[in-house]
């Protein structure tokens, strides 16, 4: 069973210190959320998983199954079976959705390239009924996958989008940065249903979140408490 964890984990923006040593795991299986108040860290925390490069880890470490991943880019953390949806997803003009997807789902899934993990990178055919019943899952029209990426989508369909993406690539750990942000309760509801469809046993959740409403449809283990915080793990 594969675990994020995090220990001790201090970051930094620009010199500023934003994370002050953060200690959680999370494992397959598990639903998980983390709540705060704006400014808090909570995104910080999910971009820093993900490697982005404007955060400085100064102190701690970042793990996944027992390996560091402070040593990886992005697209490498993402290979390991970390996924991060956006916040505030962006908008690609040209590139359409079912593009966008086959080629994360190569590059994730794959490797990239023919050959790095011992499988051929799947055809356009394999993949279109691939993400035929992923949309059939999550209750989504198929025209949705000829529109191009997140341009002209609603609020609540960019992150939709997000949720597919999470269906197709099928990640070991996903972590969630307020997907609930700027949706009313209806969508709110639609994105829950998505993400309870996907949560099993091969994949573990983490959810940001500063609103409780998602968490009356998305249930997170028993709450802990670690370093005075209410951790809802």
């Not at 970390?82 to 590059?107: C, D, H, I, K, M």
Request: proline fraction near 4%; charge should be positive.
């Amino acid at each position: 069973m594969s675990q994020l964890e995090i220990k001790d984990l201090h970051a930094s923006i620009e010199g500023k210190e934003i994370l002050k040593g953060v200690d959680f795991q999370v494992k397959q299986g598990e639903i998980h959320a983390i709540m705060g108040p704006n400014g808090s860290g909570k995104s910080t925390l999910a971009s820093t998983i993900m490697g982005h490069p404007k955060y400085k880890v100064t102190k701690g470490d970042i793990s996944f199954d027992g390996q560091t991943l402070l040593n990886l880019a992005p697209d490498a953390r993402a290979r390991k079976g970390v996924f991060l949806a956006f916040q505030y997803p962006y908008e690609v003009p040209g590139v359409s959705l079912s593009t966008f997807l086959r080629t994360a789902y190569n590059s994730v899934r794959q490797g990239g390239k023919r050959g790095d993990l011992g499988q051929e990178m799947v055809s356009v055919l394999e993949f279109r009924k691939l993400l035929k019943e992923k949309l059939k899952l999550l209750d989504m029209d198929d025209s949705f996958a000829t529109r191009y990426l997140n341009e002209g989508f609603s609020g609540g369909e960019k992150k939709r989008c997000e949720i597919l993406q999470l269906a197709v690539l099928q990640p070991k750990i996903a972590v969630l940065d307020e997907t609930d942000s700027g949706l009313d309760i209806d969508s709110v509801k639609i994105v829950a249903e998505g993400v309870n469809k996907l949560v099993g046993p091969e994949m573990g959740v983490m959810i940001i979140t500063h609103y409780q409403r998602i968490l009356r449809y998305i249930k997170p283990n028993p709450p802990r408490r670690q370093n005075g915080q209410i951790w809802r793990t």
